[in-house]
């Protein structure tokens, strides 16, 4: 879901840099260094589920797992993320480092809202709580893209609404997916979920 480089304005360009920054910001300030193996080892599996592009219609669709970061990080997902999209971008040419800004924030913003939602269901319900962040998480980045789209050009209209209707299917996995991880550390490493890394 990566937005290529030369197509948004510089206004959009800049209010997503600014947004991301302050993200940043905050979830640096919140951070516990004592804790940040395991935000590597999150920002690590985003990095690398989102390497597999599987071709959908006009354009792919890959894993995102913004949602199983967000579960865990809070406010963590912002740099954890950040750095991961940094390196897509200088490894791979995924994004680029002008639009590095608007793709952090349209991929940690909405997994922040949904840690701060779903996690009183993480200990009670956890497959739920799990698969509402999960996909709520990428229905909100792909809805943050498609709308940076729109702002950018009106022409970018249609392709923002093919974008968001690509994603459905990986919206239900995403879910799926976040479910089966919470109730697997719920069962061998519950401290996982208790502690907290950014509050």
Same mark, same amino acid.
């Given at each position: $879901?990566?937005?290529?480089?030369?197509?948004? !304005?510089?206004?959009?360009?800049?209010?997503?840099?600014?947004?991301?920054?302050?993200?940043? %910001?905050?979830?640096? #300030?919140?951070?516990?260094? !004592? #804790?940040?193996?395991?935000?590597?080892?999150?920002?690590?599996?985003?990095?690398?589920? !989102?390497?597999?592009?599987?071709?959908?219609?006009?354009?792919?669709?890959?894993?995102?797992?913004?949602?199983?970061?967000?579960?865990?990080?809070?406010?963590?997902?912002?740099?954890?993320?950040?750095? %991961?999209?940094?390196?897509? &971008?200088?490894?791979?040419?995924?994004? +680029?480092?002008?639009?590095? +800004? *608007?793709?952090?924030?349209? $991929?940690?913003?909405?997994?922040?809202? @949904?840690?701060?939602?779903? #996690?009183?269901?993480?200990? !009670?319900?956890?497959?739920?709580?799990?698969? @509402? @962040? +999960?996909?709520?998480? *990428?229905?909100?980045? &792909?809805?943050?893209?498609?709308?940076?789209?729109?702002?950018?050009?009106?022409?970018?209209?249609? &392709?923002?609404?093919?974008?968001?209707?690509?994603?459905?299917?990986?919206?239900? /996995?995403?879910?799926?997916?976040?479910?089966?991880? /919470?109730?697997?550390?719920?069962?061998?490493?519950?401290?996982?979920?208790?502690?907290?890394?950014?509050?």
């Amino acid at each position: $879901m990566h937005i290529s480089e030369g197509i948004l !304005s510089p206004a959009v360009l800049g209010c997503g840099a600014a947004l991301a920054a302050a993200g940043i %910001a905050i979830g640096l #300030r919140k951070a516990d260094y !004592s #804790r940040l193996l395991t935000t590597a080892v999150l920002a690590a599996a985003f990095f690398t589920g !989102s390497l597999v592009h599987v071709p959908l219609g006009p354009g792919n669709v890959h894993l995102i797992l913004n949602g199983l970061l967000g579960a865990f990080l809070g406010w963590g997902v912002f740099p954890a993320l950040f750095v %991961a999209l940094l390196l897509q &971008a200088l490894l791979f040419q995924f994004g +680029g480092l002008t639009i590095l +800004g *608007v793709n952090v924030f349209n $991929m940690a913003f909405p997994a922040l809202l @949904c840690h701060y939602l779903f #996690r009183p269901l993480f200990n !009670s319900r956890p497959a739920l709580g799990g698969f @509402c @962040c +999960g996909a709520f998480s *990428v229905a909100g980045a &792909a809805l943050l893209t498609a709308l940076a789209l729109a702002f950018s050009d009106e022409g970018f209209l249609g &392709a923002a609404k093919i974008l968001f209707l690509a994603h459905i299917p990986i919206i239900l /996995l995403e879910g799926l997916i976040t479910a089966l991880a /919470l109730s697997f550390v719920l069962k061998v490493r519950p401290e996982l979920l208790q502690e907290k890394l950014f509050t």
